[in-house]
């Protein structure tokens, strides 16, 4: 199609400052005539593309041309191209060529600035960023098999149904959030307990989402205000994982820190990988749980 190969022949020129019809003509599999009448068009729209001939000639377009007919300031476009590079880190293949695209029609590059990684050690699932985006944005609606640990669906996997609305980043973790069909609430996904994803064909209406109450998947447990010590050892962990507000240092060095989690094998876990360094003060039950846990480990060394 004529007018896509005239905005990509642009965006060539934009980056690679001089090219030649043959090239062009390789890329766009057109003949070079074909280029020609092209840079023609172009130039009747106004674009000042222009050609030289002889060693080391081509087809041009005279510098910060479309620059300086922006509307937005420098300023403006650095911070455009920041947000970009900060974008890319979910690693989706339209905002590098976003990116690439923006950094040739302003002229400059973005200043690697900043970097974040949202990966883990575990296997790449970036396949989800792509699938997940296309079907927020095409409001298609989204199965796949769950792996919940909380109340009726305790280390059982169930097939949902979601109208997916956004993706999250919340403290070390993806979620999706999405109404579920199955139980017509908003709810949020953890994408880590996603398994079997599929974007179908089948199309939904934008709700008001405002009109439902947002639950987790996986909040019929109540928050448990806990208390417990930590061995000055570990103070490293301790600013790493705590607010200042929940943590009170103690004469002998110690931590005593007040925290507030959802009760489930997540929270049993993260308080076990304190190992002997960390001692549950209160509630009475959840100490109880963490002896009865490691007695059972110890056990297995035995």
Same mark, same amino acid.
């Given at each position: ?26 890329? /766009? ?12 068009? $172009? ?70 600035? %900043? ?9 790449? =699932?970036?396949?989800? /960023? ?6 927020? $944005? ?7 098999? &769950?792996?919940?640990? &909380?109340? #009726?669906?305790? !280390? ?34 953890? $994408? =880590?307990?996603?398994? =079997? %994803? ?13 009109? /439902? ?12 205000? %806990?208390?417990? !010590? ?6 490293? !962990? ?42 549950? %003060? ?10 009865? #846990? ?6 297995? &060394?035995?």
């Amino acid at each position: 199609m004529q007018i896509h190969r005239l905005f990509e022949i642009v965006y060539i020129l934009l980056q690679q400052k001089i090219v030649t019809a043959k090239d062009l003509s390789k890329r /766009f599999e057109v003949s070079r005539r074909t280029i020609y009448r092209d840079i023609d068009v $172009l130039g009747m729209a106004g674009i000042p593309v222009y050609t030289e001939k002889g060693k080391g000639g081509g087809i041009s377009i005279l510098p910060d041309f479309v620059l300086n007919k922006s509307i937005l300031s420098e300023q403006e476009q650095t911070e455009i191209l920041s947000a970009l590079h900060g974008l890319s880190t979910v690693k989706t293949a339209e905002t590098g060529r976003v990116l690439q695209r923006l950094s040739a029609v302003f002229n400059k590059t973005a200043a690697n600035w %900043l970097e974040v990684d949202f990966s883990s050690w575990a296997p790449d =699932n970036s396949g989800f /960023f792509r699938d997940l985006k296309t079907a927020i $944005l095409e409001r298609r609606v989204t199965e796949f098999d &769950y792996y919940s640990i &909380y109340g #009726k669906t305790t !280390r059982k996997k169930t097939r949902r149904r979601i109208e997916p609305v956004q993706l999250w980043f919340k403290s070390t973790a993806w979620y999706i959030k999405g109404f579920c069909l199955s139980r017509q609430e908003m709810r949020t996904f953890k $994408l =880590n307990r996603i398994r =079997n %994803l599929k974007v179908t064909d089948e199309f939904f209406q934008e709700r008001k989402v405002s009109e /439902f109450h947002e639950e987790h998947e996986e909040q019929e447990m109540q928050d448990l205000i %806990l208390k417990f !010590r930590v061995d000055p050892e570990m103070h490293y !962990r301790v600013y790493d994982e705590f607010d200042d507000s929940m943590v009170k240092k103690q004469q002998d060095g110690s931590f005593l820190v007040t925290t507030k989690w959802p009760e489930d094998e997540w929270v049993y876990g993260r308080i076990l990988s304190w190992g002997e360094h960390l001692e549950v %003060l209160e509630p009475e039950h959840i100490r109880r749980i963490i002896s009865e #846990k490691a007695e059972k480990t110890r056990k297995k &060394y035995l």
